[in-house]
T-cell receptor, first 111, second 114 residues
Framework: DAKTTQPPSMDCAEGRAANLPCNHSTISGNEYVYWYRQIHSQGPQYIIHGLKNNETNEMASLIITEDRKSSTLILPHATLRDTAVYYC????????????FGAGTRLFVKA | SAVISQKPSRDICQRGTSLTIQCQVD?????MFWYRQQPGQSLTLIAT?????????ESGFVIDKFPISRPNLTFSTLTVSNMSPEDSSIYLC???????????FGPGTRLLVL
């Protein structure tokens, strides 16, 4: 079973920041938080991952709470092309562990 | 990162037939995975395919229905056998890359069984 809980859907206005929450209260010490997204009719796309520090890349920022029980993915300036299903996943960083998907959050970016 | 291609990209098949899906990666990878995504649903892991060993299947999936081959470190096939309309799904190939840190996905194969 997936170890994360996400809202089923969210709306965001184009050009505004999209903040997608994720709860992972049973996360283990060796598990990282990964985010993927799936745009309609495409394979999932890796976005970002982190352990306990905040992370930023060209696509998004990841904020992880100090107790690591929740996190937020931030798309700083959402565009219509960011409309997708966003998946929050926890799994160990290395060792060849498989990725188990939950239901994800369907983000609608509106003009 | 890893670039993954799948063939065919889509197909329409008759029930009772079988379809073999190919997955090609642009670099050598140890671990490959096959997922299924039924209409409107999330991804479900079918099996893990490591080169040189038998595939490991998840609960609810069996080798007779979904035989997998992994002849080398850049290629794998998944066969959907004796198909029924319930097998209509997107089938996705995935690999672990970057020192097994991150999982990457192919574009998927869209299968419709009539």
């Amino acid at each position: 079973d997936a170890k994360t809980t996400q809202p089923p859907s969210m709306d965001c206005a184009e050009g505004r920041a999209a903040n997608l929450p994720c709860n992972h209260s049973t996360i283990s010490g060796n598990e990282y938080v990964y985010w993927y997204r799936q745009i309609h009719s495409q394979g999932p796309q890796y976005i970002i991952h982190g352990l306990k520090n905040n992370e930023t890349n060209e696509m998004a920022s990841l904020i992880i709470t100090e107790d690591r029980k929740s996190s937020t993915l931030i798309l700083p300036h959402a565009t219509l092309r960011d409309t997708a299903v966003y998946y929050c996943i926890v799994r160990p960083y290395t060792g060849g562990f498989k990725t188990i998907f939950g239901a994800g959050t369907r983000l609608f970016v509106k003009a | 990162s890893a670039v993954i291609s799948q063939k065919p990209s889509r197909d329409i098949c008759q029930r009772g037939t079988s379809l073999t899906i190919q997955c090609q990666v642009d670099s050598q990878v140890t671990m490959m995975f096959w997922y299924r995504q039924q209409p409107g649903q999330s991804l479900t892991l079918i099996a893990t395919a490591n080169q040189g060993s038998e595939a490991t299947y998840e609960s609810g999936f069996v080798i007779d229905k979904f035989p997998i081959s992994r002849p080398n470190l850049t290629f794998s096939t998944l066969t959907v056998s004796n198909m029924s309309p319930e097998d209509s799904s997107i089938y996705l190939c995935s690999v672990l890359a970057g020192n097994q840190e991150t999982q990457y996905f192919g574009p998927g194969t869209r299968l419709l069984v009539l």
